[in-house]
Protein backbone atom coordinates (compact mmCIF):
# COMPACT_ATOMS: atom_id res chain seq x y z
CA UNK A 1 0.00 0.00 0.00
CA UNK A 2 1.18 3.59 -1.00
CA UNK A 3 0.01 6.52 0.16
CA UNK A 4 0.80 9.94 -1.73
CA UNK A 5 0.46 13.31 -0.85
CA UNK A 6 0.32 16.47 -2.87
CA UNK A 7 -0.62 19.88 -2.90
CA UNK A 8 1.54 21.29 -0.24
CA UNK A 9 3.10 24.80 -0.55
CA UNK A 10 3.47 28.50 1.22
CA UNK A 11 1.04 31.02 1.31
CA UNK A 12 0.39 34.09 3.19
CA UNK A 13 -1.95 34.17 6.27
CA UNK A 14 -5.65 33.87 5.56
CA UNK A 15 -4.92 32.23 2.33
CA UNK A 16 -5.84 28.36 1.73
CA UNK A 17 -4.68 25.22 0.30
CA UNK A 18 -5.91 21.68 -0.43
CA UNK A 19 -4.04 18.86 0.04
CA UNK A 20 -4.30 15.40 -1.64
CA UNK A 21 -3.40 12.01 -0.43
CA UNK A 22 -3.71 9.51 -3.60
CA UNK A 23 -4.02 5.38 -2.03
CA UNK A 24 -2.90 2.83 -4.16
CA UNK A 25 -5.27 0.80 -3.19
CA UNK A 26 -8.34 0.72 -5.23
CA UNK A 27 -11.16 2.20 -3.53
CA UNK A 28 -10.49 4.01 -0.18
CA UNK A 29 -13.51 2.25 1.79
CA UNK A 30 -11.41 -0.33 1.85
CA UNK A 31 -9.60 1.43 4.49
CA UNK A 32 -12.19 2.34 6.93
CA UNK A 33 -10.74 5.18 8.27
CA UNK A 34 -7.62 7.61 6.89
CA UNK A 35 -6.61 10.46 9.22
CA UNK A 36 -4.54 13.53 8.46
CA UNK A 37 -1.11 14.73 10.94
CA UNK A 38 0.81 17.35 11.03
CA UNK A 39 4.38 17.75 12.46
CA UNK A 40 5.90 21.63 13.08
CA UNK A 41 9.72 21.63 13.68
CA UNK A 42 10.79 20.61 17.13
CA UNK A 43 7.08 19.40 17.91
CA UNK A 44 5.85 15.91 17.88
CA UNK A 45 3.44 14.32 15.28
CA UNK A 46 0.02 15.37 15.79
CA UNK A 47 -3.30 14.32 14.55
CA UNK A 48 -5.57 16.86 12.95
CA UNK A 49 -8.57 14.74 11.78
CA UNK A 50 -10.35 11.86 10.08
CA UNK A 51 -12.86 10.22 7.79
CA UNK A 52 -14.41 6.95 7.38
CA UNK A 53 -13.79 6.30 3.99
CA UNK A 54 -17.20 3.86 4.25
CA UNK A 55 -19.13 6.45 5.34
CA UNK A 56 -17.84 9.79 5.08
CA UNK A 57 -17.90 10.66 8.32
CA UNK A 58 -15.12 13.53 10.14
CA UNK A 59 -13.74 14.39 12.96
CA UNK A 60 -11.09 17.52 13.87
CA UNK A 61 -9.23 18.62 16.48
CA UNK A 62 -10.06 22.01 17.89
CA UNK A 63 -7.46 24.07 16.15
CA UNK A 64 -8.66 23.33 13.02
CA UNK A 65 -12.28 22.82 13.10
CA UNK A 66 -14.00 25.11 10.78
CA UNK A 67 -11.13 25.95 8.97
CA UNK A 68 -9.91 22.40 7.87
CA UNK A 69 -12.44 19.90 5.69
CA UNK A 70 -11.54 16.53 4.88
CA UNK A 71 -13.23 14.71 1.91
CA UNK A 72 -12.90 11.53 -0.63
CA UNK A 73 -12.91 10.68 -4.21
CA UNK A 74 -13.43 7.43 -3.84
CA UNK A 75 -13.54 7.16 -8.03
CA UNK A 76 -9.67 8.66 -7.83
CA UNK A 77 -8.88 6.63 -4.33
CA UNK A 78 -8.22 9.99 -2.98
CA UNK A 79 -8.74 11.98 0.11
CA UNK A 80 -8.37 15.63 0.44
CA UNK A 81 -7.55 17.80 3.26
CA UNK A 82 -8.93 21.45 2.91
CA UNK A 83 -7.38 24.22 4.57
CA UNK A 84 -8.59 27.28 4.75
CA UNK A 85 -7.70 30.40 6.73
CA UNK A 86 -4.13 29.26 7.03
CA UNK A 87 -2.68 30.95 10.08
CA UNK A 88 1.55 30.90 10.88
CA UNK A 89 0.66 28.19 13.69
CA UNK A 90 -0.40 25.96 10.76
CA UNK A 91 3.14 25.46 9.20
CA UNK A 92 4.18 21.76 9.39
CA UNK A 93 4.56 18.74 7.54
CA UNK A 94 1.53 17.22 6.66
CA UNK A 95 0.74 13.32 6.50
CA UNK A 96 -2.11 11.55 5.77
CA UNK A 97 -1.86 7.99 7.05
CA UNK A 98 -4.54 4.78 6.93
CA UNK A 99 -5.93 1.95 8.56
CA UNK A 100 -5.36 -1.50 7.08
CA UNK A 101 -7.05 -2.82 4.24
CA UNK A 102 -10.03 -4.18 5.41
CA UNK A 103 -9.97 -3.24 8.96
CA UNK A 104 -13.10 -2.84 10.98
CA UNK A 105 -11.59 -0.56 13.83
CA UNK A 106 -12.93 2.65 15.02
CA UNK A 107 -11.39 5.81 13.71
CA UNK A 108 -9.29 7.55 16.02
CA UNK A 109 -6.28 9.60 16.06
CA UNK A 110 -3.87 7.38 17.99
CA UNK A 111 -0.91 7.03 15.64
CA UNK A 112 -0.24 3.19 16.45
CA UNK A 113 -3.70 2.96 15.15
CA UNK A 114 -2.12 3.32 11.48
CA UNK A 115 -0.57 1.07 9.46
CA UNK A 116 0.09 2.91 6.63
CA UNK A 117 1.77 6.69 6.04
CA UNK A 118 2.88 9.04 2.94
CA UNK A 119 6.02 10.59 2.77
CA UNK A 120 4.61 14.39 3.79
CA UNK A 121 4.00 17.22 1.75
CA UNK A 122 5.22 21.20 3.64
CA UNK A 123 2.96 23.73 4.26
CA UNK A 124 4.58 26.95 5.31
CA UNK A 125 2.09 29.88 6.13
CA UNK A 126 3.65 33.00 6.53
CA UNK A 127 2.10 36.48 8.33
Known amino acids: VQLVESGGGSVQAGGSLRLSCASS?????????MGWFRQAPGKEREGIGY????????YYVDSVKGRFTISQDNAKNTVYLQMNSLKPEDTAMYFC????????????????????WGQGTQVTVSS
Open 51 to 58: IYTRGSGT
Open 97 to 116: ASFPVGSTRVCGLAQYLFNY
Open 25 to 33: VVNTDNFNC
